[in-house]
C-alpha cells in the first residue's frame, strides 16, 4: 500500500517520514515544491530508500497530481504543505493564499476525481488528513478554556486566515461530496529540522552565534509547545482510526510564555556548551518591536484526542527542549546548510540586519 503525503521536506512532514518509517515499510510519495522551508537534506537517511518516492512540484498543479495519483494509487492523501511562517505572511500574505487556500482546493479536486473512479471499497477506505494549525481558533485571554474542537475560527494574521480557509474547504468537500477527510489541528511544534526563522530554533541559531535573542514585545505571550513527533505519532493515530469528517485537536498541555521558554534554552544551552566568557546565553536576551497583530495566548484542549484514539503526548517539555538543543548541536552543520543567502535576507527584512 501507499500513501501520498504533501510538504513533508519541511519541518513537520521530515518528522512525520522518520516516524513513519520507523513504524512502517509502507510507501510514501513525496510531494514537495522546495519552497526556501524545504530541505532534502532533512531526508538523507532514505535517499536510496524505496520506501520513500520524492516528486518535486507543487499542491496545485492539477495535472502533476492527477497522473501521481493514478500512477500510485494511494490509500490516503495527507496534506502538510504550507506557507507556514506568521511574520512571513505579516511580509507577503500572496504566497500563503496561493498555497494554502488556492494550492488546497486544487489538491481537493485532484483527489476528489481520483476518490469518485475508485471501486466501492477503496473509496470507503481512503482517507484525505488536512493538517492545520490551532492558530485558526484566534487568540485567547488568559482566563479562557482553551480551544475545544467546537471553538468557532476567529484567525487574525494573514498564515491563521489561509489556514482557516482551507479547514473550511476540506470540511464543505467532506459535506458536498462525500470526501472521506481528517482534520487536525495542532499546537506550536519543536524539535529537529526546524527551520530556524521560528522562536525555539533562532534562539538557539542566534545563542550559539553570539548574536542577540529577540523577544517580541514583552515576551508574555503565551504558546502551547508540543514535540514535533508527538505530533506525528498523533497524526498516524488520527489516520488509522480517526472518525470520517472529524476534526482532532493536538497539544501538550504545555503553555509557556515566550520568554520563559528562551530563559529555558538559555538554561539547556549554558549547561550543554557554556558560553567562552562563562555568562549566561540569557545575558543575550533582547526584546524587540512586538509582532502586529500579535495572538496573546493559545491552548489547546486535547481530551478528545486523547480520549476517542487512545493518544498521549511521550515527550514532556524538559525532556523534549534538551533533546531539541543536543539535536541542533549535533547538527549544525544542517544548521549551516539551511542558514543560506535567501535566510540572511529574511533576517535583514524582519530584524533589521
Ligand atoms: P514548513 O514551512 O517547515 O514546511 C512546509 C513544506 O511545504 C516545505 O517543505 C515546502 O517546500 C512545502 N510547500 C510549500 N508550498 C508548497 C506547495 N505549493 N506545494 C508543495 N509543497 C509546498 O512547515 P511545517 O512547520 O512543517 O508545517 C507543516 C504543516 O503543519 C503546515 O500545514 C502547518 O500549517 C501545520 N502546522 C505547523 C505547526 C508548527 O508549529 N510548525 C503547528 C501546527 C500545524
Ligand atoms: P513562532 O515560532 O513564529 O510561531 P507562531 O507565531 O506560529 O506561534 O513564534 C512563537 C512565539 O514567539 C510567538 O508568540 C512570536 C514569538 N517570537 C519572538 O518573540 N521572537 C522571535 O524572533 C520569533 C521568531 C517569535
Known sequence: MTVLVTGCAGFIGSNFIHTWFAASDEKI?????????GNLSNLAAFKNDPRHVFVQGDIGD?????????????????????????????????DFIHTNIVGTFHLLESVRAYWTNLGDQDKANFRFLHVSTDEVYGSLSASDAPFAETNAFEPNSPYSASKASSDHLVRAWHHTYGLPVLTTNCSNNYGPYHFPEKLIPLVIHNALAGKPLPIYGDGQQVRDWLYVQDHCRAIMRVLEAGRVGETYN???????PNLDVVRTLCAVLDELQPRADGQSYAEQITFVKD???????????????????GWKPQETFESGIAKTVRWYLDHQDWVQGVTSGSYRQWLSTQYGG
Open 250 to 256: 493536538i497539544g501538550g498541555w504545555n503553555e509557556k
Open 29 to 37: 510519495v513525496n510531494l514537495d515544491k522546495l519552497t526556501y522551508a
Open 291 to 309: 509582532r502586529p497583530g500579535h495572538d496573546k495566548r493559545y491552548a489547546i484542549d486535547a481530551r478528545k484526542i486523547e480520549r476517542e484514539l
Open 62 to 94: 492539477a495535472a502533476l497530481v492527477a497522473r501521481l495519483l493514478s500512477e500510485h494509487q494511494p490509500r490516503a492523501v495527507l496534506n502538510f504543505a504550507a506557507e507556514s511562517h506568521v511574520d512571513r505572511s505579516i511580509h507577503g500574505p500572496a
